[in-house]
């Protein structure tokens, strides 16, 4: 899934899937602004865990759910995807359209078994 995601958009940077606790994630080389790879491990397997339970959390309440959770880092954009078994995080260059890449990522994971 993770080279099918990377298909969608030379913009996309990294691509991480936490999936039923076991976490796989790969990065684009030669990127620039790039964050540490255990930089990106606590993001996945503590940050996004824990922001898409809150915004899930508060979403539940009154606000028809969570979609997804947009961040504006400063040298890139990441998309995180909340999936019954975990979650899909996307990094995406800063001068692209996060939520045209997104949408292409989200009908991907539409479409998979």
């Given amino acids: 899934m993770i080279e099918r995601i990377f298909e969608l958009s030379?913009?996309?940077?990294?691509?991480?899937?936490?999936?039923?606790?076991?976490l796989?994630?790969?990065s684009k080389s030669g990127t620039i602004g790039a964050s540490s790879s255990e930089s990106d491990q606590y993001e996945e397997l503590l940050v996004?865990?824990?922001?898409?339970t809150l915004a899930s959390q508060r979403g539940?309440?009154?606000c028809g759910g969570l979609s997804?959770?947009?961040?504006?880092?400063?040298?890139?954009?990441q998309y995180v995807l909340p999936q019954p078994w975990g979650h899909v995080s996307v990094c995406i260059e800063a001068d692209s359209d996060p939520?045209?890449?997104g949408?292409?990522?989200?009908?991907?994971?539409?479409?998979a078994p």
């Fill in 60 to 62: 539940n309440i009154d």
């Fill in 24 to 26: 796989e994630k790969r």
């Fill in 68 to 77: 997804y959770i947009l961040i504006r880092y400063g040298n890139f954009f």
């Fill in 48 to 52: 996004n865990p824990t922001l898409l």
């Fill in 103 to 111: 949408g292409l990522v989200q009908a991907l994971l539409n479409e």
């Fill in 10 to 22: 030379d913009d996309i940077r990294y691509v991480a899937i936490y999936k039923n606790d076991k």
């Fill in 99 to 101: 939520l045209a890449i």
